[in-house]
Nanobody
Framework: QVQLVESGGGLVQPGGSLRLSCAASGGFILDYHTIGWFRQAPGKEREGVSCIQRGEDATSYEDSVKGRFTISRDRVKNTVYLQMDNLRPDDTGVYYC?????????????????WGQGTQVTVSS
């Protein structure tokens, strides 16, 4: 079974940075899976933030985070990262990483099967 664990969230001021990590285990092979980052703000539906495709390093980003967030992977560590720079208050939410068989980031992650527990990101002065 795939197991994903997020870490790296916290409280930061606007303009600050965080790097989120999504560590995989349980037989998970990073190169065979598409990995997505999603977030859910209070009172809002979950939305896709960023995605990195299996096999290739094609990436995608939600419009509001383009130029500020960067998704990457380390195949040796079986870890996917989300570097978040120039954070804004509307980036606040619980951030989740997810994958599937093989994983599909569309439809706000509705096709994803495996999810981490989430890590809280709060951007506030």
């Amino acid at each position: 079974q795939v197991q994903l664990v997020e870490s790296g969230g916290g409280l930061v001021q606007p303009g600050g940075s965080l790097r989120l990590s999504c560590a995989a285990s349980g037989g998970f092979i990073l190169d065979y899976h598409t990995i997505g980052w999603f977030r859910q703000a209070p009172g809002k539906e979950r939305e896709g933030v960023s995605c990195i495709q299996r096999g290739e390093d094609a990436t995608s980003y939600e419009d509001s985070v383009k130029g500020r967030f960067t998704i990457s992977r380390d195949r040796v560590k079986n870890t996917v990262y989300l570097q978040m720079d120039n954070l804004r208050p509307d980036d606040t939410g619980v951030y989740y990483c997810a994958t599937g068989e093989p994983g599909d980031c569309s439809d706000h992650g509705r096709r994803m099967k495996y999810w981490g527990q989430g890590t809280q990101v709060t951007v506030s002065s």
